[in-house]
């Protein structure tokens, strides 16, 4: 199996701010990478797929980087809306999910 | 577009088998290419994939759950559905289906609302 480390696990930021968030995977996976936003009671909605390919619709403010077993997701300027939790996903083979960073207001 | 909507019993007691199901609008269930999954996440804890099958009908299930866990297509009904048997207090969490692409994309970008699921007698 295929093993996703997120980091950090909790993450206090102020609107305006620059963040990234990390992800690890435990053997290559190329750039079978996507990243996902979810707010609470509400379903995943996916940011960025292929590690650095921004989903339409989604803001420029969010971007992502990597290839092998290292990746981050940077958000360029915080907005209010954009505290949530987020996870990445390797898809190289079958699915597996990292174990959530949760963005708060500091 | 494609949209995806989770249905079933919100509570399933202990030992017996959950039944969920999760029906296609916006494009017919066969056209294209495409892994239909299941995922689950536990309140208050992150997503874990459960398992997926194919346009054509091929399956594949999470490791620690393969032997509980049948997933199959009704194109008629344009739906899909998961079945699990044995269920534990631990199968307790909100159900979410969600499309992956298997040809021209492999990223999962079409996701239902969830279904809660709760396990206890």
């Known amino acids: 199996d295929i093993q996703m480390a997120q980091s950090p696990s909790t993450l206090s930021a102020s609107v305006g701010d620059r963040v990234t968030i990390t992800c690890r995977a435990s053997?290559?996976?190329?750039?079978?990478l996507a990243w996902f936003q979810q707010e609470p009671g509400k379903a995943p909605k996916l940011l960025i797929y292929?590690?650095?390919n921004l989903q339409s619709g989604v803001p420029s403010r969010f971007s992502g980087s990597g290839s092998g077993t290292e990746f981050t997701l940077t958000i360029s300027s915080l907005q209010p809306d954009d505290f949530a939790t987020y996870y990445c996903?390797?898809?190289?083979?079958?699915?597996?999910f990292g174990q959530g960073t949760k963005l708060e207001i500091k | 577009q494609v949209q995806l909507q989770e249905s079933g019993p919100g509570l399933v007691k202990p030992s017996q088998t959950l039944s969920l199901t999760c029906t296609v609008s916006?494009?017919?269930?066969?056209?294209?290419?495409?892994?239909w999954n299941w995922i689950r996440q536990p309140a208050g804890r992150g997503l874990e994939w459960v398992g997926r099958t194919h346009t054509r009908g091929s399956t594949n299930y999470h490791p620690s759950l393969k032997s509980r866990v049948t997933i199959s297509l009704d194109t008629s009904k344009n739906q899909f559905s998961l079945k699990m048997s044995s269920v534990t207090a631990a199968d307790t969490a909100v159900y979410y289906c969600?499309?992956?692409?298997?040809?021209?994309?492999?990223?999962?970008?079409?996701w239902g609302k969830g279904t809660t699921v709760t396990v206890s007698s």
């Open positions: 292929k590690a650095s």
């Open positions: 969600a499309r992956g692409g298997a040809e021209d994309y492999y990223h999962m970008d079409v």
């Open positions: 916006g494009d017919s269930i066969s056209s294209g290419s495409y892994y």
């Open positions: 996903q390797q898809y190289e083979t079958l699915y597996t």
């Open positions: 053997q290559s996976i190329s750039t079978w």
